[in-house]
């Protein structure tokens, strides 16, 4: 059992790029999978050659084309293991400090600020900020550097991109609040967490920022079926903002539901003059955005997307009758925000839905609410 133990040690030192099944009796193949089937997976070895038959019941994970090696992994508290990572997901991961000996801890992902291959020589390890804009001077200032204004340089080959390589510390923290300076006036205040590969830093592509946000306000109808509908008010609109470290620093993705009721219009519609009608309107739509920060607290946030509405409406008279319908719809959104904190905004919303019915009919309101940032 030493000697496996050591044949282990010397096999995953470095890093090795295969499949990896994990069975209940603490072994650990590697290899490509040939064949997955409902009883057996079959997995041409990589250490000793051949195909390997393993019954289902018997595995206990599978790692598909992972990489899968010994990691220095830091944590907040000032503490680090030296373990393999057997699963990950968003939220957190599985490590286990010897391979093939079934103990393993998981650990939140909020708890980490790095993870390496190699032990950290240094604390402190640069990392490089950009920013887009056409300005005269572009400054950075944030916890990691006192909050002491530091110049961009513009690049050279890239007219209105500035760009500068700061020390960030790792191991004090992972996460830290920065903003732009951008020809003396102060921008938004940015959040940005980071993780270390490698002795290099990357902003951590696991996290993702939301933005919850709800507003009210009154709507109208135009073009269409405008004359036959009337809308009661308020129009009700709740979403959410999203921004992935992948995506460019001012793109945002949104989901957003609209709910509103309407009646047909007795003047135009005089048969519904001895009726009761009414519709229930829910909308759901996903919007990509691009926020522009004007002045330091003040932010034009333009969208773009599509989505559906679904209609439930109820006549009631002669006789009652419920009739539902679904519409594919699409959205134009313009909001400007005002950031009171960096965790709270007030926002005020114009929407415009166009509904693709027999007629092009436009749902129109403009609202005021907040956002929060979590």
């Not at 002491?148 to 390589?165: H, N």
């Not at 047909?264 to 009726?275: E, G, I, M, V």
């Not at 905004?345 to 027999?358: K, N, R, V, Y």
């Not at 129109?364 to 907040?370: D, E, M, R």
Request: aromatic residues 10%; hydrophobic residues 45%.
């Amino acid at each position: 059992m030493k000697m496996r133990a050591v044949v282990c040690v010397i096999l995953f030192a470095g890093a090795l790029s295969a499949d990896v099944v994990f069975v209940k009796s603490g072994k650990v193949y590697l290899g490509r999978i040939k064949s997955e089937r409902s009883g057996e997976i079959e997995l041409s070895r990589k250490d000793k050659g051949g195909l390997q038959k393993i019954a289902r019941n018997e595995v206990l994970r599978i790692l598909y084309k992972d990489e899968i090696g010994l990691k220095f992994i830091y944590l907040v508290n000032g503490t680090q293991r030296h373990a393999f990572i057997v699963d990950e997901n968003a939220r957190q991961i599985v490590i286990r400090e010897q391979l093939e000996v079934i103990s393993e801890e998981t650990i939140d992902r909020k708890r980490i600020l790095a993870i390496s291959e190699k032990q950290l020589a240094s604390t402190s390890l640069p990392f490089t900020f950009h920013h887009g804009v056409k300005a005269e001077r572009v400054e950075i200032e944030g916890e990691f550097t006192a909050w002491r204004p530091v110049p961009l340089e513009s690049e050279k080959s890239a007219p209105g991109r500035w760009q500068i390589s700061l020390p960030i510390d790792i191991l004090k923290k992972n996460q830290y609040e920065y903003r732009f300076v951008v020809d003396g006036n102060a921008q938004e205040m940015r959040s940005i967490k980071f993780k270390a590969e490698n002795e290099k830093l990357f902003e951590d592509l696991d996290s993702m920022q939301w933005k919850p946000s709800l507003a009210v306000g009154p709507g109208i109808y135009s073009g269409g079926y405008a004359e036959q509908l009337q809308i009661h008010q308020p129009v009700i609109s709740f979403g959410a903002s999203f921004r992935f470290s992948s995506l460019p620093q001012n793109v945002q993705l949104r989901l957003d539901t609209v709910f509103f009721r309407d009646h047909p219009n007795a003047a135009a519609l005089p048969l519904f003059s001895r009726l009761e009608a009414e519709t229930l309107n829910f909308g759901g739509f996903l919007s990509i955005g691009y926020k522009f920060t004007v002045f330091s607290s003040f932010s034009l946030t333009p969208a773009i997307g599509a989505g559906g509405i679904f209609q439930f409406s109820r006549v009631t008279g002669f006789r009652a009758d419920q009739v539902s319908n679904q519409l594919f719809a699409a959205v134009t959104r313009l909001t400007i925000g005002y950031h009171l904190t960096r965790q709270l905004s007030l926002i005020l919303p114009l929407t415009s839905i166009a509904e693709f019915d027999a007629r092009l009919t436009f749902v129109s309101f403009i609202a005021v609410g907040v956002e929060f940032a979590l």
